[in-house]
Every structure is written in C-alpha cells, then in structure tokens.
Nanobody
C-alpha cells in the first residue's frame, strides 16, 4: 500500500519562507518523478513543480520560478519544497504527488492526470 504524507505547512507573513516535506512508502521512490501541486479555494489544482527520479532536473510553474526549490533525498524516500519570498497568492493546500512516469518529468507534468498517488495535503497560508 502506497502512503504519501506531507508536512511543513503553516501560517506565515508575506516575504517569509517555509519548507514542505513529503515522505513516501510502498513504492520504489527513487524510480519515479515526483511533484508538488496546490489548490486554492475556488480554483483548480495546479502543478507547482516536478523533479526527475535522480533529482537533477527540476521543473517549475512560472508563478514560482526563482522563489521555490524542489529537491529530493532518495535515501530517505523524501521530497522537499523550499518556498521563499512567499506571497498571499501562494495560499493554498499543497499536495505531494508521485508521477506515473519513471525517470524524467513528462512534458505534461503540471497536469493532474499524470499522477499516480496523492498525499492528503498540507495547508500554506500567507498573510499580507
């Protein structure tokens, strides 16, 4: 049984930082591309970032480029998202996702259809 568990969300002020973590069990974590999605109230879920299985090739949504950094520790089956210079528009539930694709992130990495497993989400709230 695959389990995906996020942590690290919280309430911060604009300009501050947070680091999200995601621990995965029940699958061969180092083989899969991994990603972060987010969903704000009243909006569709959107892809934030994806990282290749080996951890060397990240992808980012334009809205977070230069502020967010995705990384992974395959020895610990853990995915991270370092979020700096947070903005009120970053407020959302953040979800960790295991992609169906082995190795590299697909060109459609930001679409939910490419995801195999989801975590329950961790709330990030940024006040102005």
């Amino acid at each position: 049984q695959v389990q995906v568990v996020e942590s690290g969300g919280g309430l911060v002020q604009a300009g501050e930082s947070l680091r999200l973590s995601c621990t995965v069990s029940g699958l061969t974590f180092p083989n899969y591309a991994m990603g972060w999605f987010r969903q704000a109230p009243g909006k569709e879920r959107e892809g934030v970032s994806c990282i290749s299985a080996g951890g060397s090739i990240p992808n980012y949504a334009d809205s977070v480029k230069g502020r967010f950094t995705i990384s992974r520790d395959n020895a610990k089956n853990t995915l991270y998202l370092q979020m700096n210079n947070l903005k009120p528009e970053d407020t959302a539930m953040y979800y960790c996702a295991t992609h169906r694709r082995l190795g590299l992130c697909s060109t459609s990495w930001s679409e939910s259809g490419g995801v195999n497993y989801w975590g329950q989400g961790t709330q990030v709230t940024v006040s102005s």
